[in-house]
């Protein structure tokens, strides 16, 4: 994969006896996100537990705007002695596909390591429990899962999207483990290096989300994926304008990954939605969607909210489908 063009800003190396190779390293991409509290607590247990001749971390801004929140990152950065820490700003905005494939260029680990920057693990023993798997080396994938345990944001304009979380995403290690790919998330993965080279993100998902669901869908076809019960608190919620905003700008994603991966397309509400509701003409289309984006921001109840939510994502997908295959 070429990456001739891609032009980096900055790039610090602050570590404690640079190794041609790590067990694993730990990378994460960041855009408009305060990363103290992520990366002070992964140093934190690194420091305590003297991993630091077996891992690296690796930071990437993917060219954020907000100026001074950037500022205050490379500070903090700066300011870490104890691990072998490396920090990367780019000099454009690559996405989130793209990003992650970056990372794991530079990464020297055996393993892979994905972190979102606005999650925090929920235990104590989170990177070592990793770092076991990774010296055991009989997964290729191990997947940690999601939480919504600890709530940094606060405000009712936040719940709703705490409860679409908490309910669609954080899942148990049984659950998971039912439907692999699904559960496949960038937000908490590690991967063994040799394998990602192989199955590297798709750059075609430039916009909003599914890029994970994609990788994930290829990966448990070839690898051996494992659930395991090592979460991470998603501390980024948004508001209720946010996550619908969201849901709308992932539509053409979502049809992306359709068309590459039909059979597991299938397996999805919404598919079963909207098979019965293309057959709809694009004018009752558009009316549904006006009524179920009117109730959406009309209704308190978050339960409702959500099957409404569903419903008016199965509607976007069926008129994309049908103005795509008239």
């Known amino acids: 994969m070429r990456r001739e063009g891609y032009q980096y800003k900055k790039f610090y190396s602050m570590n404690s006896g640079e190794k041609s190779c790590f067990i694993l390293s730990i990378c994460i ?132 999207y705490f409860y679409f979380g908490s309910r669609a995403e954080a899942k148990s290690v049984e659950a998971r483990g039912r439907i692999p790919w699904r559960y496949v998330w960038t937000s908490n993965v590690m991967v063994r290096k040799s394998v990602f080279l192989q199955t590297s993100f798709d750059e075609r998902f430039v916009g909003y989300g599914y890029e994970d669901s994609e990788w994930g869908i290829r990966l448990t076809k070839e690898y051996k994926v494992l659930h395991i019960d090592n979460t991470v608190s998603h501390l980024g919620l948004v508001t209720k304008e946010t996550v619908y905003q969201k849901m709308r700008d992932s539509i053409g994603s979502y049809m992306l990954l359709a068309k590459l991966h039909p059979e597991a397309f299938r397996e999805s509400s919404i598919h079963n939605i909207s098979k019965w509701i293309v057959f709809l003409n694009n004018q009752l289309l558009e009316i549904a969607d006006t009524v179920l984006k009117k109730m959406f921001f009309s209704i308190n109840s978050n339960s409702l909210c959500f099957l409404i939510f569903q419903l008016n994502k199965a509607v976007l997908f069926a008129k994309q489908a049908k103005n795509q295959n008239p």
């Open 29 to 160: 991409p960041v855009f408009n996100r305060d990363i103290h509290l992520l990366i002070g607590k992964l140093i934190e247990e690194i420091s305590a537990k003297k991993y630091q001749e077996y891992i690296e971390l690796i930071v990437m801004d993917d060219f954020s705007s907000r100026t001074e929140l950037k500022y205050a990152n490379h500070q903090f950065i700066l300011e870490q002695k104890s691990i072998n820490l490396h920090y990367i700003e780019l000099e454009q905005n690559v996405g989130r596909s793209k990003i992650r494939n970056l990372l794991a260029e530079k990464a020297s680990g055996k393993f892979l390591l994905f972190l979102d920057s606005d999650v925090l693990p929920d235990q104590t023993d989170f990177v070592k429990k990793y770092l076991d798997y990774a010296t055991e080396n009989k997964w290729d994938v191990i997947c940690g899962g999601l939480s919504y345990k600890n709530r940094t944001v606060t405000g009712k304009e936040y719940d709703f």
